[in-house]
């Protein structure tokens, strides 16, 4: 995700989605791309016809109830998140932490509800120890832990981000391109036509009436 953003953004004033920019690599979609998406008919219908859209509030829910992340509340996160997965998370990995390593984990999980947003040091360390080595799966993690801050980052969505450029899992499956990919969308929260298209994805479903602006950018990416 590219080089629209190349500051810090402020928020929206009708979005709780607050990051921090970071430099931004290149060759990845900007938002004329994802202008276009939007409002293209056939991704709306998909958008629409989302099976998770209904269910999704119910997670938000859930992982609302940790006012603070426990050790226990992150083992049972781990497994909500992969019961979307068409993977099994390996439990060889939290398993394997001494408490030192639990305690990290625990500390991240709840930085990551803060405005000190995550470094990629930080994500590596919980993708190699704790969330299946995937930047996938711990995107989805920290995004329903934090959704005002964490996009979800996926295979198809990466697909669609570096398009044409075809990409694999050892590159898109990194700390560095995750945190791009989240600079990229915080950049483009005031830019007017996107900010209108954003709006027409949010009216497509009541369901999306309380999302977050970072989810409803993502969204559109993984349908389109």
């Given amino acids: 995700m590219h080089g629209y953003n190349r500051h810090s953004r402020a928020a929206s004033r009708d979005d709780p989605c607050t990051l921090t920019a970071i430099k931004i690599l290149p060759k990845s979609m900007n938002p004329?791309?994802?202008?276009?998406?939007?409002?293209?008919?056939?991704?709306?219908?998909?958008i629409i016809n989302d099976p998770v859209?209904?269910?999704?509030?119910?997670?938000l829910a859930q992982f609302a109830q940790w006012r603070t992340v426990t050790w226990d509340?992150?083992?049972v996160a781990l497994?909500?998140?992969?019961?979307?997965?068409?993977?099994?998370?390996?439990?060889?990995?939290?398993?394997?932490l001494q408490l030192a390593?639990?305690?990290?984990?625990?500390?991240?999980?709840?930085?990551?509800?803060t405005p000190n947003p995550l470094s990629a040091n930080d994500l590596q360390f919980l993708m190699q120890n704790f969330?299946?080595?995937?930047?996938?799966?711990?995107s989805?993690?920290?995004?329903?832990?934090?959704?005002?801050?964490?996009?979800?980052?996926?295979?198809?969505?990466?697909?669609?981000?570096?398009?044409?450029?075809?990409?694999?899992?050892?590159?898109?499956?990194?700390?560095?391109?995750y945190l791009n990919y989240l600079a990229a969308l915080s950049g483009w929260a005031n830019i007017p036509q996107t900010a209108t298209l954003r709006s027409s994805v949010r009216n497509l479903s009541p369901h999306l009436a309380m999302v977050c602006d970072l989810r409803l950018?993502?969204?559109?990416?993984?349908h389109a």
């Avoid at 993977?87 to 394997?96: E, K, Q, R, V, Y």
């Avoid at 969330?131 to 711990?138: D, E, P, R, V």
């Avoid at 980052?153 to 694999?168: H, L």
């Fill in 32 to 46: 004329d791309q994802w202008n276009a998406f939007a409002g293209n008919r056939t991704v709306q219908q998909r």
């Fill in 53 to 59: 859209l209904p269910v999704y509030p119910s997670l």
């Fill in 73 to 75: 509340d992150a083992v």
């Fill in 79 to 96: 497994h909500i998140v992969y019961g979307w997965m068409p993977t099994i998370p390996n439990l060889a990995l939290p398993a394997g």
């Fill in 101 to 113: 390593g639990k305690t990290r984990v625990e500390s991240l999980l709840n930085q990551a509800r």
């Fill in 131 to 138: 969330a299946n080595k995937s930047m996938i799966g711990l």
């Fill in 140 to 177: 989805k993690l920290l995004h329903f832990l934090a959704p005002d801050r964490y996009a979800i980052w996926d295979s198809r969505v990466a697909k669609v981000w570096f398009s044409p450029r075809q990409v694999y899992p050892y590159f898109y499956n990194t700390p560095t391109v």
């Fill in 217 to 222: 950018l993502e969204l559109v990416l993984f």
